[in-house]
């Protein structure tokens, strides 16, 4: 079975046309998304998240390469390649005088779908809408808002649903409950493609994830695999007394000092803890007035995929 979506050399640049210097959001990308997926694309702003999805969509011309989707190139069938994807876009809009019902039934006659063949109802029922299904669209909440959305992509069963930084800028219990509605599409057989900036998210929805950086895919791999090589922790520790040096217990560590009471240790998660750290220090007699750790965050990942070593 082929993949759900497969770039080859994708590259896009936006040409402004002497109005300013051209922009090469992608380069050469190679990704293969396999079917059933929750596949995350994970990057910060900037780096080519929405323009990828664009042009899967069909919104924005790529330059070159190829890209195919469930099975057909978006070049020799474009039609098929098209609806074999549901996008929810970045950008909430809406025309607010319709209903949800409404919205969905319009959607459906854009698409083709015959009346027959329409789950309307049902398909508000999987993202917990169907008690608004007759509801001004203005009056819904922002998360019931974002769920129509996703609402209105499913309306032609695409096999494929993607969407573009579904939880930016949404509170931490809309987050939980679109979580929700995605993971339980997956289960439903809906290949799932978002984009986020974070990591959280890509970690607790994604099975795999592509990391993206101006334009580069700077890892793809299962997201249990990714998350070991990018496992460094750094724990601070303020000591009660001056260190002029590290103490021999510790050297099996890597540590440094800065200053003379912050003492700073690195570990991997997978090969040492924090339990092992407490009882060198404890063993080296050091006298520990304060502790914390510091998380990764993207950018000290990047950093770590790119690294040379
Ligand atoms: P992301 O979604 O990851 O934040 P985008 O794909 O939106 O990134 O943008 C990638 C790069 O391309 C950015 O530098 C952005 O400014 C640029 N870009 C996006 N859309 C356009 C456009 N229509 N014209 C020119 N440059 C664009
Ligand atoms: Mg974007």
Redesign the pocket.
């Known amino acids: 079975m082929s993949a759900a979506i497969k770039v080859e050399k994708l590259d896009?640049i936006?040409s402004?046309g002497g109005k300013?210097p051209d922009?090469h959001?992608?380069k050469a990308i190679d990704l293969e998304i396999p079917r059933g997926s929750i596949f995350g694309l994970l990057?910060?702003?900037?780096?080519?998240?929405?323009?990828?999805?664009?042009i899967l969509a069909g919104l924005?011309n790529k330059t070159s390469g190829k890209a195919n989707i469930w099975g057909f190139d978006i070049d020799e069938n474009p039609r098929n390649a098209r609806v074999s994807i549901g996008v929810v876009p970045?950008e909430l809009y809406f025309d607010a005088f319709f209903t949800p019902f409404e919205m969905l039934e319009l959607q459906a006659g854009l698409y083709g779908v015959p009346k027959s063949e329409r789950r309307t109802l049902e398909i508000l029922e999987t993202v917990q809408l169907a008690d608004e299904a007759n509801s001004y669209t203005r009056t819904l909440s922002g998360g019931m808002k974002r769920r129509l959305l996703v609402a209105k992509a499913m309306v032609h069963s695409p096999p494929i649903l993607v969407l573009?930084?579904p939880t930016a800028g949404v509170d931490i219990e809309l987050r939980r409950q679109l979580w929700e509605t995605i993971q339980d599409l997956n289960n439903r057989g809906v290949t799932i493609v978002l984009?986020t900036?974070y990591l959280e998210e890509a970690e607790r929805l994604c099975d795999r994830i592509a990391i993206?950086n101006h334009?580069h895919v700077v890892a793809c791999d299962s997201t249990k695999n990714l998350l070991a090589r990018i496992d460094e922790k750094e724990i601070l520790f303020d000591l009660a007394h001056d260190l002029e040096e590290i103490p021999e217990a510790l050297k099996s560590f890597h540590c440094h000092l800065s200053g003379k009471r912050r003492l700073a240790i690195q570990i991997n998660k997978s090969s040492a803890s924090v339990g092992e750290v407490l009882a060198a220090i404890s063993s080296a007699g050091l006298e520990v007035h304060d502790l914390f750790t510091k998380d990764t965050d993207l950018e000290d990942i990047f950093l770590q995929l790119t690294r040379s070593d």
């Open positions: 896009k936006y402004l300013g922009k959001a992608l990057g910060p702003n900037g780096a080519g998240k929405s323009t990828f999805i664009n924005v970045q573009d930084e984009t900036h993206i334009g």
